[in-house]
């Protein structure tokens, strides 16, 4: 049966959420579904720990010297880095420009929204799927073979988990960013991210009943 689909309006949620990368709703359906030990497919299409670092006294973003793009803050190992050409350097708090201690991060990546999980379900096993988890080629079919067999609770990824996907035991997805990839400089921007939300809701409900589809949204109203 097709879930059931929940539009969950953000800024509503950030007024009155302690958690605003997470809504209650997503929160209570999260629990409700390990309280039945069924699993859970979340998506948030950015990898990395934070993917915008900049100076919040003189407003400069750490750039890449060879790309001119964005550098996305890796926690785990502290880095910098560039998602293009792979180059990397070592966080530092200091702005080269302004020389002050101003450096900030922003932006959620999977990393982020697994530490945010862990915190909030710390019993519960999680399996993050995507780039930088699958650095070795073994753990593309070791992470969804666990989850195939009801080792983990969560999986927790990017696109790469929207599509061709089949878990008998998923009866919950959710999208926590659902706007990312909208403002993009591409007139079909629109058309591949409601493609992507529609592979990934897909995921869910392929052998359950009742099953449930949660859209997080800075821009519900979106057309």
Request: hydrophobic share 35%.
């Amino acid at each position: 049966q097709i879930p059931k689909i929940k539009l969950i309006n953000m800024v509503t949620e950030i007024q009155n959420n302690k958690i605003p990368i997470l809504s209650r709703i997503l929160i209570e359906k999260i629990q409700d579904t390990l309280n039945k030990k069924e699993q859970i497919v979340l998506l948030q299409n950015r990898r990395s720990y934070s993917y915008i670092v900049k100076c919040i006294n003189c407003n400069k973003p750490s750039l890449c010297p060879k790309c001119n793009v964005s550098l996305k803050y890796h926690k785990n190992k502290n880095i910098l880095q560039c998602h293009h050409c792979n180059y990397k350097k070592k966080f530092n708090k200091y702005c080269k420009s302004c020389n002050h201690k101003t450096i900030k991060t922003y932006g959620v990546g999977t990393q982020k929204i697994e530490e945010i999980i862990k915190k909030i379900f710390p019993y519960t096993k999680i399996l993050r799927y995507d780039k930088d988890a699958l650095n070795k080629k073994e753990n593309y079919f070791k992470i969804l073979n666990e989850f195939e067999n009801q080792k983990a609770d969560i999986l927790l990824g990017t696109q790469m988990i929207a599509k061709g996907l089949d878990f008998k035991n998923v009866s919950l997805v959710g999208i926590i960013n659902a706007d990312l990839g909208m403002l993009l400089p591409d007139f079909r921007a629109g058309e591949k991210a409601f493609q992507l939300i529609y592979q990934l809701i897909g995921r869910s409900g392929r052998h359950k009943k009742n099953s449930t589809a949660i859209i997080q949204s800075y821009n519900p109203d979106d057309k």
